[in-house]
C-alpha cells in the first residue's frame, strides 16, 4: 500500500516525517519536543547514515492507531480542542474523545496531555468519598455499555484511581449482561460479579443494616424495634441484592419514624459505613488498597 499524506497535518513547512499505518505526518519536530521528550530525542541519535527520509524529511515508523495519533496532533496543533468536550458531554462520547490522546500520551510521556485526560475522566469516576457523593448528587447518567469501555482503557493506559468506581457501577448490571460483555475480559466479569455480592454484604452490613436488621438503641423508650424490622419488603430486598449501592446516601430517615435516640444510633452507623465501604472498595475488587493505587499513578 502507497504512503498517503494527512490531509490535515501535513504542513509544508514541517521538520520531521512520522508515519503511522501507511498515513505520513509532517509536523514540527520542536513542536513535538515542547510535548515529549521521547519525540525530542526520536530524532537525535546520530545515524547519518541510516537516516530514513520521505519527502526529504527525517523519518520515523509509529505502530499506533491512525485515529489515535490523529486525535493528539489535534490537541497539540488546536489549542482549543478540549474546549469541544462540554460539561454535558455524555460518557460514551468522552470516552471516544480521550482514548486515543491518552494511549499516545502515556506510551510518549506527553505528561501535561495525560494530566488533562486523567481530570477530565476523573470528574466521572472519583477516587475520593468526597468525588463520589458529587456526582451520586449531579445524578450523572451511566450507561452500562460506557461504563465497561473505561476499565480496559484504565488498564491500558495505567489508570487504576478510576477502577474502583467503574467496577462499583458495574455491580449494577445485571449478571447475564456482564457475561455476554465483549469488551469486559474474563477476569473482569470475574471481579464485576464477586464484587456484586461483597457490596450486598457491605449494604447489609456495614451502611444499610438499620432497614435489614434494626437493631434499636440501648436508650429507645418507644419500641423502634418493633416497627422498624417490617420495614423493607422481600422484593425490596431483591432489588438491592442483585444491584447493591452501599454508597447511597440515605436521607429518608423521618418516614422511619424512630426515636430521636435510635435515629441518631442509625445515622452515626451508616455514616461510618459509607467511609469503610469507601475505604474498602478497591480491596471489595482485588484492586489493592487506595494507598497501593495511589502508587501506582504515582499520585
Ligand atoms: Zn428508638
Wanted: proline share 5%; glycine share 4%; with cysteine.
Amino acid at each position: 500500500m502507497p504512503i498517503v499524506r494527512h490531509p490535515e497535518f501535513y504542513f509544508s513547512d514541517g521538520s520531521v516525517v512520522i508515519i503511522v499505518e501507511k498515513t505520513a505526518f509532517r509536523v514540527h519536530q520542536s513542536v513535538l519536543a515542547r510535548h515529549s521528550d521521547v519525540f525530542n530525542d526520536m530524532w537525535d541519535v546520530p545515524q547519518p547514515n541510516k537516516v530514513e527520509l520521505y519527502d526529504g524529511c527525517p523519518t520515523v515508523i509509529l505502530s499506533d492507531s491512525v485515529n489515535d495519533f490523529v486525535d493528539v496532533m489535534r490537541v497539540i496543533y488546536d489549542a482549543f480542542h478540549f474546549d469541544k468536550l462540554k460539561p454535558d458531554t455524555n460518557l460514551s462520547t468522552l470516552i471516544t474523545f480521550i482514548a486515543g490522546i491518552l494511549r499516545v500520551s502515556t506510551k510518549y510521556s506527553m505528561q501535561q496531555l495525560r494530566n488533562k485526560c486523567i481530570s477530565v475522566i476523573q470528574e466521572k469516576f472519583p477516587s475520593t468519598l468526597r468525588g463520589c457523593d458529587e456526582v451520586l448528587t449531579r445524578g450523572i447518567q451511566y450507561v452500562p455499555s460506557e461504563i465497561v469501555r473505561i476499565i480496559p482503557l484504565a488498564r491500558e493506559t495505567v489508570l487504576p484511581k478510576v477502577l474502583p468506581w467503574a467496577f462499583y457501577l458495574c455491580a449494577h448490571i445485571s449478571v447475564d449482561e456482564i457475561l455476554a460483555n465483549s469488551v469486559l475480559s474474563w477476569r473482569d466479569k470475574a471481579l464485576c460479579l464477586a464484587g456484586k455480592e461483597r457490596l450486598w454484604e457491605m449494604q447489609k452490613k456495614k451502611t444499610h443494616g438499620f432497614l435489614l436488621d434494626f437493631k434499636q438503641s440501648p436508650q429507645c423508650t418507644q419500641q423502634c424495634q418493633t416497627r422498624v424490622s417490617r420495614s423493607l419488603k422481600l422484593e425490596n430486598i431483591e432489588t438491592l441484592r442483585i444491584s447493591p449501592h452501599p454508597l447511597e446516601e440515605y436521607t429518608d430517615w423521618k418516614s422511619l419514624m424512630l426515636c430521636i435516640k435510635c435515629q441518631s444510633m442509625a445515622e452515626a452507623q451508616h455514616r461510618d459505613g459509607r467511609e469503610k465501604v469507601w475505604q474498602m472498595l478497591p480491596g471489595l475488587f482485588h484492586l489493592g488498597t487506595w494507598d497501593d493505587i495511589c502508587k501506582d499513578q504515582s499520585c
